[in-house]
C-alpha cells in the first residue's frame, strides 16, 4: 500500500477509509490478474513486441468478456490465442481466465496470484507457464509448493537490519493441539515487522525459546545500549521464554488481557465500571497517575471479588512498567496491550478460515501461517504515537545505563 492510498485514508472518516481499503484491494487483484494472463499469453506467444514466426501459438485480438471481483462479475477483454495446425487454427482456452469464470475459485486464484507476487516487486513471479494445462488440483499443488518456498524465506530471513525496540509474542489457536506461537517487532523508527513464528500442541516454553532461538540465529539483536520492551498476555511460558534468552527485558502485561481477567470474576453489572477505570488505567501519564489509577482498580476490587482482586495483584510491577519509564502516553494505545498483534491474527483467522481439516504431521500449518502472515503484515502501518517513539528509546537506555551502574 503507498504513502499517496495512505495519506486519502487518514483522511477519511471510517467508513471512507474501509472504502477506500477495499477499492485498492479489488484494483490489486484485477491488476495482479490481468498480470498473471499477460504472461500465459507471452508464454505461449512470446514478446508482443517481436512474435516468433515459427510459433504455432498467435495472439488474436480480444473479445468481451467478464471476471470475478469479491464476488461480483465486472466486465474485462480477453486476450485471444489461436494455435495453427497444418493449415488450419483454432483458437485457445486461457487457463487462467477459465478459473476466473467460477467466483470461488477466482478467489483463491487472487490469493494465491497476488501472495505469489504478481504485482509485488519482492517476490518471485508465478510463471504462467507453469501452470498452463493444468488443472485445479495441479494449480493448487502448485501454490502448495510455492508456499512452502514462501514459508522456509519467511522463516530464514535475516533480521539483521532490525532496530528492535518491542517484542510481542502471542499464540493463535488453529485446532485443538495445534497453537502457533508469533513473534512480532517494533522497531526504533515505529516500523512492525513479523519476525517468525512455531507450531507446537501448546503455547509452551520449549516452543518460545525454539522460536526466540531461530530469531537470534537470523541475526535479531537487542542493542548493547538499552533495554528491549517485551508485551505479554500474562503467560508464564512467554515471560519465562523471554527473559531467558533476552536476560533484563523491560515485560509490560496487556491491559487488555487483564481486564477481561478480572471481568470473568464479576457479575455483568460491574462490567461498566470495570471498563471505566482500566480506560482511566491506559489514559494515565506517567507513574504517579497510573498507581492512583490502579489503586482505584483495587478499592473497587475489593468490596467486589477477592480472586478478582488477586488476578490484578498478580501482575505486580508488570502491570504498570510503560508508566515506570515516564513516556507520553500517546504510546499507551500501541504498548500497553497486545491489540498489534491481535489485528494481525484477525487477518490471519480471515485467510486460514476456509482450512476444515489441520494436518498435524505435515507442514500444512506453516504453509498457511507465512502465507497469511505476509498478506497480514503488507497492510501494516507504524504504531500509534510514533513521533514519541524517540522518547521511549531514551527512557530504555536510561534503564539499561542503571542497571549497568547498579551491577
Known sequence: MNNTLLEIMQQSDTTEAGKTLQNWMRETARNAFLSLVEEEVSALCGPKHSPDPLCEYRRSGSARSSVYLNGRKEPAKRPR?????????????????????????WEEAMKRAILCGVSCRDMAKLPAEKIRGMSKTNVSRLWQRKAATIAEEMQQKSLSQIDLAVLML????????????????????????ILGFRVGSSENQEVCKDLL????????????????????DGSDALRNGVLEMFPGTIIQRCLVHKERNIRGYLPRKDWKELAALFKRLRLSQGKEQAEEAKRSLEVFLATKNAQARESL?????????????????????????????????????????????????????DLWLASGLILAEKGYRRIRGVDDLPKLMKALEKEKMEELKAA
Open 81 to 105: 490465442v489461436r494455435r495453427k495446425r497444418g493449415e488450419a487454427s483454432f483458437e485457445v482456452e486461457l487457463m487462467t481466465w477459465k478459473t476466473a469464470q467460477d467466483p470461488k475459485e
Open 313 to 365: 495483584e498478580e501482575a505486580g510491577e508488570e502491570l504498570l512498567a510503560l508508566f515506570e519509564l515516564e513516556v507520553p502516553n500517546t504510546l499507551n494505545i500501541s504498548l500497553l496491550s497486545t491489540n498489534v498483534i491481535e489485528n494481525t491474527f484477525k487477518n490471519l483467522r480471515r485467510h486460514i478460515g476456509r482450512v476444515s481439516r489441520w494436518r498435524k504431521t505435515t507442514h500444512q500449518a
Open 170 to 193: 502471542d499464540g493463535v489457536v488453529l485446532c485443538r493441539g495445534l497453537v502457533a506461537t508469533v513473534a512480532l517487532g517494533i522497531d526504533s523508527e515505529g516500523v512492525k515487522h
Open 213 to 232: 532461538s531461530n530469531l537470534q540465529r537470523r541475526g535479531l539483536k537487542v542493542s548493547k545500549d538499552r533495554k528491549l520492551l517485551a508485551v505479554l
